[in-house]
């Protein structure tokens, strides 16, 4: 079997199993799917189209095309050798590409969503472009990047291409739609024009093409060379081509670069693409030809990614690393991902999922300095060193990764409920995780449990018995005479924090200077301002932390640092707060929005936050995004309010907050007196059996999505929670359990409990105690007041099976 098949399977299986319809529809061209009106609040969706249909494509029309558009500029980056954490490692040799599948191409969310199950990448340092995979025969062809993805990589510096797909026959492909793509009008090719006009309005770099339609001739073949250097002639658009149509217009897969496939890449004095993926089957011989192909033509070999497909099977996938990145000599090619979110497509959970990417991209130690290059998989570290994009100032991290179980505002949870949405991703740590000591190393993690900002925090825990170093950024950033370093950190107690910053200069950049961050006065977050004004003139190189002390069970997060001049600034308003459309959830109780206001002048913007005023004051938060567009998902109507007013707010790239602008949503009609509040409200929960049976399943309204349409858990404990949004007087709880999902009634719950709370800190009150239940559907009448309703399950089966299975957890009441 030829090992190309897998980069058309995935596609075609996914189109087969996320749309209805199949991805070997061969009729008439399919039209794109039908934009939202212009006064609609629902949910906008990242691009896609035909040929034909992008032709059609106005983003003055389109209601989506604003809520897809990244904010974020494609930053510089900086890697120096001397600095790398494993020794094997290369600066300035092969790169990585990586192509990523992060949903299906029709009903892909333009902003996140309230779902933290996704795929939340956090080694951009290790890759140099980022491929937007997907496209299907009956979803399209053509597939824009989501703006949070081009957001996160271009704050790690790394480049983002859409993908431009052309299936096989037997996948749905037709000739027809090949020639619809290089159609011409007199000397232009107008489908190219809009492949630039997205790029630029969205803010993206350039486009994977992946032509592998059979039937194609010499002729066609090379009209679309031609497409490509007619863009390249007028714009910075770039294109990577996958190596599968050959310039006599068949598909023949080289695995190579070879005199059949090269005019794609260099075409004479043309630059045709700017890289090429060689197909999986390569070998040692096929690869040393391709670099000096590659060569002859004026072209660099690390311009040439060598794929691997690891869809399947990960880091089990057998790769000849020797001939890629032969020992001690120069690499001989790049190299190309396919579907490196296997990590998280195959994790029981978060932790799980976690444990996987850094097995993939640092090793089985968990360290890129402690790789075993003799292992079938070392991890990429140990060939690709690290790059920063930190050579800027302000530098700001609160350790974010770009999804959570609640969100937190300078230390105040301000919303509880999961979340993903990597535009709100911090740049990762650049080493995860070197910790340097002679005794006993402490483990830093990313935490969930906690944050100064966002979702999570850095955590460092264990027995601590020597000094321990704890590298964390690579950076280029110079020092003037008023640079600040700023520490926020949280600690079990208060006293002593034992942790020290540490600093390296460019100058000697092995080796650190210390500044101490003395001790917390409580157990709250707290802020430490260092002074670096007497290294001014020098560049900083490295941000690490040192602890030093003893303690056999040391306890610390750091919820924030920063580097910067000057004091925390302190951003101006944004202006003119709209509501462009709103639709209803629920009719009379919760409605979904979209807003659009005037950016804040001074460009010294992170991101804007969206929050809803309560009646006592506080304020719950319903999103972020650097754009001046956010869809918010649900905004729910507390008793019988006539109407909500509505903040935005900017923060600084210090993290400094504006005043906010406002403006009102006004509710029609009486509200029902009752209908269930837990209907897609944040939900949390012990754990999940897989990553698709989360808590957000058990309030999505459906039983009837087949068995992965219900929560489940194995774990010791076992309890689901959601949130309400504000307290609400409650009636009746109905639970729908594994039977009502069409599963064997021996798996109904047998004893449970339901509890309820009005605030965080409060007590737990049960207000129902089931034991020895068989329904497959139970209801459970009550008269109390809460926010917060918990099922709390004790004997989850009818036998011994250990997992629960709850399929609707519903909370009616007004």
């Known amino acids: 079997m030829s090992r190309r098949l897998p980069l058309l399977l995935g596609t075609a299986l996914a189109a087969a199993t996320l749309?209805?319809?199949?991805?070997?529809?061969?009729?008439?061209?399919p039209a794109a799917a039908p934009a939202a009106t212009a006064t609609s609040g629902t949910q906008p969706f990242a691009s896609y189209w035909y040929p034909n249909s992008i032709l059609n494509w106005d983003p003055a029309t389109d209601p989506d095309a604003r809520f897809n558009r990244s904010r974020v500029p494609l930053q510089p980056r900086t890697s120096d050798p001397a600095l790398r954490a494993n020794p094997n490692a290369r600066t300035g040799?092969?790169?990585?590409?990586?192509?990523?599948?992060?949903?299906?191409?029709?009903?892909?969310?333009?902003?996140?969503?309230?779902?933290?199950?996704?795929?939340?990448?956090?080694?951009?340092?290790?890759?140099?472009?980022?491929?937007?995979?997907?496209?299907?025969?009956?979803?399209?062809?053509?597939l824009a990047p989501n703006p949070t993805v081009i957001d996160a990589a271009h704050r790690n510096g790394v480049k983002v291409y859409g993908t431009v797909f052309f299936p096989p026959g037997a996948y749905g492909g037709q000739l027809q739609w090949v020639r619809d793509f290089v159609q011409k009008s007199g000397s232009r090719y107008p489908v190219a024009d809009k492949l630039v006009q997205a790029a630029q309005y969205y803010g993206f770099d350039g486009w994977f093409i992946n032509q592998e339609t059979g039937g194609g001739d010499s002729a066609l073949a090379g009209e679309v060379r031609n497409l490509m250097q007619y863009t390249k002639a007028q714009s910075g658009t770039e294109f990577m081509w996958?190596?599968?149509?050959?310039?006599?217009?068949?598909?023949n897969w080289q695995n190579a670069l070879t005199s059949a496939n090269s005019r794609f890449l260099q075409d004479g004095s043309k630059r045709t693409s700017d890289s090429m993926f060689l197909n999986f089957g390569w070998s040692s011989s096929g690869l040393n030809s391709s670099r000096a192909l590659a060569r002859q033509l004026g072209r660099n070999e690390y311009e040439l990614y060598s794929g691997i497909d690891t869809e399947a099977n990960g880091y089990n996938t057998g790769v000849d690393w020797s001939s890629l990145f032969p020992s001690g000599q120069p690499h001989t090619t790049s190299l190309g991902l396919y579907r490196p979110e296997w990590t998280w497509k195959s994790a029981a959970d978060r932790a799980d999922f976690y444990a996987k990417d850094a097995r993939y991209w640092v090793g089985a130690a968990a360290d890129p300095s402690r790789i075993d290059l003799s292992s079938s998989w070392p991890g990429l570290a140990g060939y690709v060193a690290e790059s920063s994009p930190i050579t800027a100032k302000p530098f700001v991290t609160t350790f974010g990764t770009g999804q959570g179980d609640f969100y937190n505002a300078a230390g105040t949870r301000v919303a509880t409920g999961g979340w993903n949405n990597l535009s709100l991703q911090d740049v990762p740590p650049t080493y995860r995780w070197v910790v340097e000591s002679s005794g006993g190393r402490l483990t830093p993690s990313v935490d969930f449990t906690d944050a100064y900002q966002g979702g999570s925090a850095l955590r460092l825990s264990g027995k601590l018995d020597a000094a321990n170093t704890v590298r964390l950024y690579q950076t280029r950033l110079p020092v003037a005479a008023d640079t600040r370093l700023d520490l926020v950190v949280k600690t079990p107690a208060a006293g002593p924090t034992k942790l020290k910053a540490a600093v390296s200069f460019t100058d000697a950049p092995g080796t650190f200077t210390t500044i101490d961050v003395g001790a917390n006065s409580g157990t709250g977050w707290e802020r430490h301002t260092l002074d670096l004004s007497p290294y001014a003139g020098r560049t900083v190189a490295q941000i690490a932390l040192r602890v030093?002390?003893?303690d056999p069970a040391y306890d610390l997060r750091v919820g924030q640092i920063a580097l910067y001049d000057g004091s925390v600034a302190t951003p101006a308003a944004p202006s003119g707060l709209t509501v462009l459309g709103a639709s209803d959830v629920t009719p009379g109780t919760s409605q979904s929005l979209r807003l659009s206001w005037t950016a804040a002048p001074g460009g010294n913007v992170h991101h804007y936050e969206v929050y809803r005023r309560n009646a006592d004051g506080s304020r719950t938060f319903l999103g972020a995004t650097p754009n001046d567009a956010y869809f918010v998902g649900r905004l729910d109507r507390t008793g019988g309010e006539n109407a909500?007013?509505?903040?935005?707010?900017?923060?600084?790239?210090?993290?400094?907050?504006?005043?906010?602008?406002?403006?009102?949503?006004?509710?029609?009609?009486?509200?029902?007196?009752?209908?269930?509040?837990?209907l897609n409200r944040p939900a949390t929960a012990s754990g999940q059996c897989n990553a698709n049976e989360g808590p957000a399943k058990a309030v999505n309204g459906s039983v009837g999505g087949g068995t992965g349409d219900k929560w489940c858990t194995l774990t010791s404990a076992k309890w689901l929670e959601v949130d309400l949004g504000s307290a609400k007087k409650l009636s009746t709880f109905v639970v729908k359990h594994a039977a009502a999902g069409g599963e064997?009634?021996?798996?109904?719950?047998?004893?449970?409990?339901?509890?309820?709370?009005?605030?965080?800190?409060?007590?737990?009150?049960?207000v129902a105690d089931v034991?020895?239940?068989?329904?497959?559907?139970?209801?459970?009448?009550?008269?109390?007041?809460?926010?917060?309703?918990?099922?709390?399950v004790t004997t989850p089966t009818q036998t011994t099976d250990p997992a629960a299975r709850i399929y609707e957890f519903e909370a009616w009441g007004a």
Do not use: C
């Open 644 to 678: 909500t007013t509505l903040d935005v707010e900017a923060v600084s790239t210090t993290y400094g907050r504006s005043a906010a602008t406002s403006t009102t949503v006004s509710w029609n009609g009486t509200p029902p007196t009752s209908t269930n509040l837990a």
């Open 19 to 29: 749309t209805a319809t199949p991805a070997a529809w061969a009729g008439p061209t």
């Open 548 to 550: 030093k002390g003893s």
């Open 744 to 766: 064997s009634a021996s798996y109904n719950t047998r004893d449970f409990t339901i509890q309820v709370r009005s605030g965080t800190s409060d007590p737990w009150t049960t």
């Open 93 to 142: 040799e092969g790169r990585i590409a990586s192509l990523v599948s992060f949903g299906p191409t029709s009903d892909n969310p333009s902003q996140g969503s309230a779902d933290p199950n996704y795929y939340a990448f956090g080694y951009w340092q290790y890759v140099d472009k980022l491929v937007f995979w997907g496209g299907s025969a009956g979803e399209g062809l053509i």
């Open 771 to 792: 034991t020895g239940s068989t329904a497959g559907t139970t209801s459970h009448p009550v008269n109390t007041t809460a926010r917060y309703v918990r099922l709390v």
């Open 242 to 251: 996958y190596d599968a149509m050959t310039t006599s217009g068949s598909v």
